[in-house]
């Protein structure tokens, strides 16, 4: 049997972009997607800390360096600039890989750059 477990987490990065035209996705600093093992267009789950949102997107890359974290198409009405959010990646293990997995967990400031990571 597999269950489905978490993965990665960055948790409470701050919205920086919104763009209702563009093309559906999340961007995501580069920075962020590496420290959490996050590959792009993985699915991504989002829950808004602010209005209590919950929605699944796709990510894809942004600015190294930046502290991006753009909501595009769809996604862009989920949240506003400066709400807060905890993204999420989910993936199947067995019971056996369960008992040594540790998801990879970033904490990070005010403009979304890594201040520690669950150990």
């Known amino acids: 049997m597999q269950r489905i477990m978490l993965r990665s987490k960055l948790h409470r990065v701050t919205v920086t972009q919104a763009d209702l035209n563009y093309e559906g996705s999340c961007g995501i600093d ?3 997607l ?3 093992d996050i590959k792009v267009n993985e ?3 989002l829950y ?3 209005n209590g949102e919950r929605f699944a997107t796709y990510a894809i890359p942004g600015k190294r360096g930046s502290g991006e974290i753009s909501l595009n198409g769809a996604a ?3 949240a506003q600039l400066g709400d807060l959010l905890i993204i999420c990646t989910y993936g ?3 019971d056996a890989e369960i ?3 540790v998801p990879k967990v970033a904490f990070v400031d005010a403009n979304n750059k890594i201040t520690s990571m669950k150990k």
């Open 76 to 78: 862009a009405r989920k």
């Open 99 to 101: 008992e040594t997995h």
């Open 43 to 45: 699915q991504i789950e």
């Open 30 to 32: 580069v920075d962020l």
């Open 34 to 36: 590496e420290a959490v």
């Open 48 to 50: 808004n800390v602010n």
């Open 92 to 94: 199947p293990m067995t």
